[in-house]
C-alpha cells in the first residue's frame, strides 16, 4: 500500500478564481497563469491522488481579508473542506463566529510575507479566538517567532505554524527561530503543519535538506501535533512543483506508516472537525 492509496487530509492549499472572485485592486502579489487555481481544478487534483479532505488557506496575495472565494469553497464542499480566514485585526466576536459557522476553524497571520509588524495590535484578536476556539495561524520564516514570543505568551489561541516554521537551511537546528519553535511543543495548544518543505529547502534536494527539521519537529510535537500540506497550487516558486512528488517525499520522511496516518488523517480530523456533522 503506497502514500497514494492511503487516507490523506491536505491543510495547506490555496485558491484562486479571478474571473469569479477578483483580486484585490491592492494586492501584494496577483497569481496569474498557472497559478490560477479554482475550486473545480483543486477537487481534480485531489480525487487524482486520493485526498478526502483539505484546509483551505485563505492567501495573503489576491485575496488577502476577501474571504468570499474561500467561503464559496466551503459552501459548496458539502463537508470535504475547513478554512482558515484573513481579517482585519478589528474583526469582533460577531463576524469571527459567522466564519465559523461556515467551516472556517482558524485565522491566518502572515509575518513571512508582511513582516513583523503585521502582528502589531493583534493580542485582542489572539483573545478573541481562543474564545471561540478557533486557531491563529502563523507563518514566519528565519527568526521572526523569537519576536513574536511574548504575544504568544500573553495570550491564549491555539497555534498553528506554517511550513515548519520556515527555518534558514544554512543555519542549522538550534538557530533561535527553529528552537523557539520546538520550545512550543511543550506548551499543549501549539501544532506544525508538516509542509512547505520547498520554501526554504532546494527543490533537488528536499530530503536531505529537510529532513533534520522534519523529524525534529516530529520528535518534539509528536505525530498527535503535527499536519501535512502540500502548498498546491505552489505560487511564487522559481521552478515547477508538483502534487506527486511531495506526496512521495512525505512517504519518506515518515517512512512508518501509523505516524503517517495520524499526521496525514487522524490528527487533521481531530483537530479541525472533519467529518463532523
Sequence with gaps: MSIYD???IDCHNHLFDP???PYRADTLYAPTKQEVAPLEQFGRVMDAYGVQHALLVGPTSGYRTDNRCLLHALAQGEGRFKGIAVVDPG???EELAALREQGVVGIAFNPALEGVAVMNGAAALFERLAELDLFAQIQVCGDQLVDLQG??????????IDHCGRPDINAGLNQAGFQTLLGLAGS??????????????ALNHLDEQSGDYVRALLEAFGPDACVWGSDWPFI??????????LLKLAERLMPDTDVRRKVMWDTPRRLFGFGEH
Design 188 to 201: 499543549g495548544r501549539a501544532c506544525v503543519k508538516i509542509s512547505g518543505m520547498q520554501k526554504f529547502a
Design 236 to 245: 511564487r516558486e522559481q521552478s515547477r512543483v508538483d502534487y506527486g512528488p
Design 6 to 8: 492511503e487516507p490523506k
Design 19 to 21: 474571473v469569479r472572485f
Design 151 to 160: 504575544l504568544i505568551e500573553t495570550t491564549a489561541p491555539r497555534l498553528l
Design 91 to 93: 474583526t469582533g466576536l
